[in-house]
């Protein structure tokens, strides 16, 4: 990967709808090499996907719960129901797996509290925990889907 690769990434991070032919005018490529470094990009895992980001306060999805779970029991059969029960709750867009004292870190988006509830007694009905705990955003300061791309370099001088 090189600069204009890192600008094509640039680009399609903050305007996701650009066309290849956009993309290739604000980086002074024609389009056919540009759209073949955006297709080994993507053949390569780079760019993972596209997609439209939603606003979640127009679809009565505005209110932000993190959920932090501990568990007492780590075997694969305990993780592969937890994954099974996660992965039908659509209020559930992200989890991770923690190091230290939680084990797990998810992101539920509800309408509120209530809604959260039911989140809650669906998610422990499903999987044993040893503790879960939520709180509740009040704001958001900062949120993005776009990662840095200055690091780069550093990789290319890795290869």
């Excluded at 009565?60 to 007492?72: Q, R």
Aim: glycine share 6%.
């Amino acid at each position: 990967m090189d600069k204009l690769d890192t600008r094509i990434l640039d680009l399609l991070q903050s305007h996701g709808n650009l066309t290849v032919a956009d993309i290739a005018e604000r980086v002074g490529l024609s389009k056919a090499p540009c759209w073949r470094r955006i297709q080994k990009m993507t053949d390569s895992g780079v760019i993972r996907g596209t997609v439209t980001l939603l606003n979640p306060q127009a679809l009565n999805v505005g209110t932000t719960v993190f959920v932090t779970l501990k568990t007492g029991n780590h075997s694969e059969a305990w993780f592969q129901k937890f994954v099974r029960a996660v992965r039908d709750i659509p209020e559930v867009t992200e989890i991770h797996r923690m190091s230290g004292d939680v084990d797990y870190l998810m992101r539920v988006v509800v309408p509120d509290i209530d809604t959260y509830d039911v989140v809650y007694k669906r998610l422990i009905a499903a999987v044993d925990f040893q503790d879960v705990s939520a709180s509740f955003s009040l704001e958001t300061i900062k949120s993005t889907t776009a990662l840095p791309l200055n690091y780069l370099g550093a990789a290319r001088d890795k290869n």
